[in-house]
Structure formats: C-alpha cells, structure tokens
C-alpha cells in the first residue's frame, strides 16, 4: 500500500518538464507555434528573395557597420527585410549554404502547417529530403562554379561548398567528386521512391540487351502442346503456356526455384501494448455490498494496443517454399527430369506495387484522451446507477474510432436490464452509435460500445505494411482494417468462401471494395489470381481497366475489361460456371480435392499436359450493386450466382457481390446460404441489419468505414482500411507500366442452350485457311472450344467462330450443348488426315 500511495503522490505533483510537454500538446500553443514558424519562414524568403537586388548595395555596410549603427533607423540597407534580413541572408547563403538555404524556410513552413494540423506531411522525411538536398547543392554550386567567388557578392554554393568541394576535389580528385555526387543522387532518388530501383534495373537490362549479339545462346525449349505435323517449324523460343496466356519472354536461364521478392523484408521490432491503470472514484451507497475492491475505488484499465510495426520494404510478398518430395502414386504421369514449373515464368520480371504508392497519415497511431475517458466514465456509471444498477470494475480499450468499456456488474444484477439501457446511455453519453454487448462472449464482463470524439483514419499503408500482412501464409489474404483492439483483422478469401457485402449510400462499401481488391494485388503474381470485374454503375472498377492484361479476366469477344452490360454479365456468369465443370474434371482426373493440390501437382510435373492439364490461377469475382442485376436480370443472374457459390470453392473460383439495398428481395434466401461471411456497413434500420447478419447492430454503426464482420460466430466490429481512389490509380498505373500478357484471361465460350444455332448459312466453298490446322488442333486436345482456336491461332473470336462452324458442318465436331463443350468425333489424328484428304 505504501508504493501504492507513493506512485499516486508522485503523479499528483507532475515536474516542470511535464508541466511544459502538457503545455506543449494543447493544440492551440501547438497552432501558435506552428503559425510563427509560417511567418518566420516566409520572412526569411523575402530576405533571401531580396537579396539577389539589393546584396551587393548592402554588402560593405554589413561587414563594416557596427551593431549599434544597424540598430539605427538610418543605417542605409535596401534589402525588404530590413538590416536583420539583410544580416540573416548573408550569413546563410554567403556565409553557409548559398542558394540551397532557400530549403530552410521550406522546411520551416512545413514544419509549421503540420503542427497547425493543416497539412498531413511527413515530417521526419520532409526533414531527410531537405537537409540532404541544402548539402548536396551546396557542395553542387560550390565545386561547379569555384571560379564565381573571386569577383561576385553572391556565392552560389557558400563558404560551405566551397571548402567541402575544395577538400573533396585534393581527396579523390574532380572525377571522383562527380562520381560521388551522382552516387548520392542516385540514393536520393531511391530513397524517395523504390521505384527508381525499378527503373535503373530496366534502363541497365534495356542497355544489356541492345549489347548482346543475335546468335546467342538459345534457351531450353518449352513444351508446346501443339505443332503441325504438316509443316517444320522453327524451334521456339523460351515461351511457356498457361491457359489464357502466351508470352515470349527475352532470353535467359530460368531461375532455380519461384522467388517473389527482389527485396530483403526488414521488419520494425515490436513494442510493448501502451497500458494505464487509473484508480476512479466511485461514490458508494449507503448499503453494503460485496466487492473485490476497496471501498470507493474501481480500477479502470485504459489500454491501446500498438498496431502492427510497418515493413520497412516495397511490400512484396515472402517467398513461398513448395515441397515436392511427395509419393508418385503408380498412375501418375511422371515426365522427364525437369526443375519444377514455375507459373511467374511468363513474367518474372514483375514486380509488386511498393508501399510508397499508399498515402501515410499522421493521425493513424492509437492515443488516449484521459479527459474523454473519464467523463465517459461517470457518465456510464451515473446513468447505470440512476437506474439501480452497481459495477464492481470498468475497463476501457480504446479503438481507431470506437471505444470498449467492459464493465463487471454487481452480484444480482440482471443482464437483460443492462441490455435495454442502451438509448439512455447514447442519450447522456451525447454519441451515435452505442452498441451493449451483453455478455461479451468467452467473458463475464458486458461490453459498451461508444464513438470517440477524435476518430483516427486507419491507412491502407498501415494495414498492408503490417507483419501480420506481410508474413501471412493465406492463399488469398484480404487485410480489411483494424479491430476495436488496434489488430490488423485479416481473412483468407479461400476459406471463406464467398462475401456479401452490403451498406447504405455513403458508408464505405466502395472504399471496402478497393481494400479487399488492393490486399490481393499486393500479395499475388498475376499469374495466380484472375479478376471478374462486374460494375452496373460503369464507374466504380474503371480504375482496374488498366491492368487488363496483368489480372483481369473476360469473355474472349468482351470489348471491355470491366463488366458494365447485364447481357455480358449473364453470359460471363454461365461461362464462368462452364469453367467451373472444366476445372471439376481435371481434378477428377488428377485424383485431387481442390485447386491447391492439383496446382502443388502440376507444379511438381505429375500431370500431363498432353491430356489437358494446365495451370490454374484462382478467379475472383466482384458484382458491385448486386441489387440493380436482380431487378434487372433476375433469376438469370441469380441462378448462375447461386450455382457458383454451391460449388466453385474447391476449384478456386470465389464471389464477392456488394449492394446498397440490403433488402429481401435482393438478399434472397438462395444468397444468403451460400455466402456464410458477410460485411455489414452502416444501415437506416434494424430490418435491414436482420436481413444483411440475422441479427441487429449494422443499424447502430457510424459509418465512414464502420462494418461488423459475420463468419460463423458473433460479429467483429472493425474499422475498415482507408485506401482512396488516387492511391488505386497508382497501384494500378505502376502495375499497368510493367510487362503484361498480350490479353486479358479468356473465359470459356457460353453458347444459350435455348438458342437455335441455324448451319445452313455457313459457306463451305470458302474455306478458311486454318481450317486444317484447327481441325488437328481440336482432335489432338480433345475440346471443341472457340477460344481454343483463338489463342492458339492469335486471331478474332468472330473469325474462330466461323471456324468452329466449319468444324461442325464438316462432322469433325458436334453442335454446341449449352455450357457442355462441344464433342469432338475423331480420337485420332490419322483419322482425322484421311477425312480431311477426302474432304
């Protein structure tokens, strides 16, 4: 008790240092102190802009007056500044720095709108970029121009320059100098963006290849699944297939095993959680109840869990390690000796977006404010004791937006009264959205739910950068904010499998539509992972339109990337349920469960190509206002929909629709079976929330990103991730700049099985030219498919078509079965010779 007492008097008389640093976060001195270092440094502009006119006038009267002639009101300086001015641009340009000293006013304004909160800066890093620029010009200017300073007022690069350049120059001599200066630039540059590494890679790689000569050494050859018997080809060259794609790549050695990441992953160590434990005084009443505490005292512990340190790196995802020392079983194919297939092949000089293209906040660090905690605290102790209800102890965890007070009733108290105190509460608490939580499950404590007056903004760089982030080992990892803890709250898409996400105009559904699509592209290699994009509102996903060819997927006649047309949007459905059936029969064939087992296969080159066997990247679709599809296409969007999320989680295909009208007729009872994890952001009434959860809260969110996240158990209240639509520009323009596929995904044809195809039209006396080549493409894969013939003959699906008509007229092929491929009649390919001798 006595250390007790001790610490208490000790805290109730703070030192002077405390004393000052409180002063020093009021944030009116804070406004104060950041308007004089404006003024202060626009002051210094104006004497530094002056005294390019009027230095060489004030020069001998500044060296040769004296400080009480100076003070005088004649003392005959010219300079806008006055004498002080005039003394203060001659000492830092002549004097220091030269010219470059206009960075330190620059430096100071910064400085001063951030502590007046009017800009969100970096501060450390504006401090970095100035002082290295303020040397690196000086010492620029001062060896560039040395001869300038035997006959001029101005000395360009300063005292400073000049000696640093001097001493450099009799050190390493004048090529090293400059040798030295570009090597420090060059840092510079990289320090302020990663990208530069990025660059200077490209710019040495572009150099090395117009130096290397035309006859050099040829790499392996690939597996081609296809070649003319017909005709001798030349060999080629280093292209590796996967369904949907075909690149040729420059020639060089493949690497030894799949390495995403150029970059070290260097992370910030972990801090201790930030915890307070304040004694609050709770008057008693006069009768005597039981309690753990002493008399007139209930520990309130306040704490704020420190978020995931950041990854001081571009973001790139670890390298994954797949074993391959598994058991052939006897009817399995095993090919030649090969190293295992690496899927990035195709783009193995891809490099994933950087965590500089996502903006920093200054506001997104956890703080306590112990006045508003308290009050909160009498307020909900008052309120609960004006209607007969004691707590033993309170404690409070303190969110990004929203807090957590868990109180401990006294013995005998009902639940259920706690429970209907919530309108009260809100009302005397002054705050929307107050959510009880009785009993907070896996304790015994009830928990009440209240906005915070200052509501920090969770980045979408705090959240991607996390450890939690970086090291996860999901397949599809979806980073979507921060608990009411401070913890990254992170879900694998694979598992889940599917989401429905629904909110009111204005809550977030679209910024957490740009969190989930953007998790996925920092942590998957364009080879892994497809997007469907469907936007009935033909302006939400236009952003993603760039990156067509590195993740997007669409039907082989699609125009555009995004989906805007209901009638594409029922023919991709169908056609994404047709390659659903064609994944289901290759891992029937591959004796396997899922798409992660028959990828690890084919990767470790168990399964033949030859018989159809391919690479398979996972498929995600994104239907925003999923509602204006249903009152639009109806049943013919909700049928395929339905069917998918039934069957497509074990061969990767996984949905995610969004709508703003989270009513029955929209949210039907098909839905909401097949999509067991749902997103709820802010709704106008309970009937709502009970449609979107089954339950209430969704109603009593505050929105901007508030939701409840529903798998299973009882909701997660989370803070959704800020990621605004210029940060997805960037990412989507650094991934756009960088090497991609000649075309976006194809999806397999979908021909409407109530549509009366009519052969009578088709002209067999103009045969197409690669009739031929077709027809032996078709028989030696077995798949009477469109888009086939498309990509493997690089021509237009109007013209695969009519080839695919030929095929039928000509009895190589059958008529089209719906979304069944079409059947082919020759097993044979010397079958197939004399048909077409005959033919």
């Known amino acids: 008790m006595t250390k007790k007492n001790t610490t208490t008097d000790t805290e109730q008389s703070p030192s002077f240092v405390a004393k000052a640093l409180a002063v020093c976060k009021n944030e009116t001195v ?70 470059s000293s206009f960075f330190i006013p620059v430096f100071l304004a910064v400085l001063g709108l951030k502590l007046m909160k009017v800009r969100r800066v970096h501060l450390r890093k504006w401090f970095v970029i100035c002082a290295l620029l303020l040397v690196w010009f000086s010492v620029f200017f001062g060896f560039v121009f040395v001869d300038q300073y035997k006959d001029s007022f101005l000395y360009l690069g300063g005292m400073h320059g000049y000696n640093v350049s001097n001493w450099l120059v009799s050190q390493i001599g004048v090529p090293g100098v400059w040798l030295l200066l570009l090597a420090v630039a060059l840092c510079f540059f990289i320090y302020l963006s990663a990208r530069t590494v990025v660059w200077l890679r490209g710019l040495f790689t572009l150099s090395f290849l117009k130096r290397t000569p035309k006859d050099a050494a040829r790499p392996e050859e690939a597996d081609v699944p296809f070649v003319d018997p017909g005709k001798e080809k030349q060999p080629v060259h280093a292209t590796t297939e996967q369904e949907g794609h075909a690149s040729v790549k420059p020639e ?67 390298e994954k390690e797949v074993a391959f020392g598994v058991e052939v079983a006897e009817d399995d194919y095993v090919g030649q000796k090969k190293e295992p297939y690496n899927p990035r092949l195709d783009l193995e000089n891809y490099h994933f977006p950087t965590l500089d293209l996502l903006k920093q906040f200054d506001n997104d660090e956890p703080t306590i404010n112990m006045e508003e905690q308290n009050a909160n605290k009498d307020k909900i102790i008052n309120t609960l004791r004006s209607f007969g209800i004691e707590i033993s102890s309170i404690r409070a965890t303190v969110g990004p937006t929203v807090t957590l007070y868990e109180i401990t009733p006294e013995q005998g108290v009902r639940i259920s009264k706690i429970r209907g105190l919530e309108d009260d509460i809100a009302l005397n608490l002054k705050a929307l959205g107050v959510r009880i939580i009785a009993p907070i499950p896996g304790k015994g404590t009830i928990g009440i739910e209240v906005p915070n007056t200052n509501k920090q903004i969770v980045s979408g760089r705090s959240i991607i950068g996390s450890r939690k982030f970086q090291e996860s080992t999901y397949e599809l990892p979806i980073a979507l904010g921060k608990t009411i803890t401070n913890e990254v709250f992170m879900v694998d898409l694979a598992k889940m499998p599917h989401i429905l996400v629904a909110g009111a105009t204005g809550q977030g559904k679209s910024v957490g539509l740009n969190a989930i699509i953007t998790s996925l592209l920092y942590k998957k290699h364009p080879a892994e992972l497809k997007f469907v994009l469907v936007d009935p509102k033909k302006v939400e996903f236009s952003i993603y339109s760039v990156i067509e060819n590195h993740f997007l997927a669409k039907l082989p006649d699609g125009a555009e990337p995004i989906i805007t047309d209901v009638t594409k949007v029922v023919q991709t459905l169908n056609s994404i349920c047709v390659e659903m059936d064609a994944r289901y029969d290759l891992l029937k064939l591959a004796h396997v469960r899922n798409l992660r087992e028959y990828n690890e296969k084919f990767i470790s080159r168990r399964l033949n190509p030859e018989k159809g066997h ?126 991609g596929y000649p075309t976006a995904y194809y999806l397999p044809e979908y021909v409407d099985e109530n549509s009366n195809s009519d052969m009578g039209d088709v002209d067999m006396d103009r045969i197409d030219p690669l009739f031929k080549d077709a027809a032996r493409l078709i028989v030696t894969h077995q798949q009477g498919s469109t888009s086939l013939i ?28 719906g979304s069944k491929p079409r059947e082919v009649y020759f097993t044979d390919i010397l079958m197939l010779e004399q048909q077409l001798e005959n033919f």
């Open 30 to 99: 804070r406004f104060i102190i950041g308007l004089l270092f404006v003024i202060f440094a626009v002051y210094l502009l104006l004497a530094f802009a002056s005294f390019f006119f009027t230095g060489a006038a004030d020069q001998s009267i500044i060296d040769s007056a004296t400080a009480e002639e100076l003070a005088s009101v004649n003392n005959g300086v010219k300079n806008y500044a006055g004498s002080r001015g005039a003394q203060l641009a001659s000492y830092l340009i002549n004097d220091c720095f030269g010219i």
């Open 252 to 318: 060089e050695p493949k690497p030894e095993h799949i390495a995403p990441a150029d970059i070290p992953l260097h992370v910030v160590e972990d801090e201790k959680p930030l915890s307070v434990d304040i004694p609050l005084d709770i008057d008693k009443p006069s009768s005597p109840q039981p309690s753990t505490h002493p008399a007139g005292e209930v520990d309130m512990n306040i704490e704020v869990a420190k978020p995931d340190p950041l990854v001081s790196v571009s973001g790139q995802p670890e």
């Open 614 to 739: 391919r690479y398979m990247p996972y498929i995600v679709v994104v239907i925003d206002e999923f509602g204006d599809l249903i009152m639009t296409a109806g049943k013919d969007v909700e049928l395929p929909i339905a069917r998918i999320a039934q069957l497509a989680r074990a061969v990767g295909i996984h949905m995610i629709i969004a709508t703003q009208r989270p009513t029955t007729n929209i949210i039907t009872g098909t839905i909401k079976a097949n999509f067991p994890a749902r997103i709820a952001f802010r709704v106008m009434q309970m009937v709502d929330s009970r449609t979107i959860l089954d339950r209430p809260g969704a109603n009593q969110l505050i929105g901007k990103g508030d939701m409840l996240f529903l798998q299973g158990g009882d909701p997660v209240r989370v803070q959704c991730a800020f990621i605004d639509t210029p940060e997805v520009v960037e990412i989507t323009n650094y991934i756009a700049r960088q090497q």
């Open 790 to 817: 498309q990509r493997k003959f690089s021509i237009g699906y109007n013209r695969a078509g009519r080839i695919m008509d030929q095929l039928e007229k000509a009895n190589i092929v059958g008529p089209a079965q």
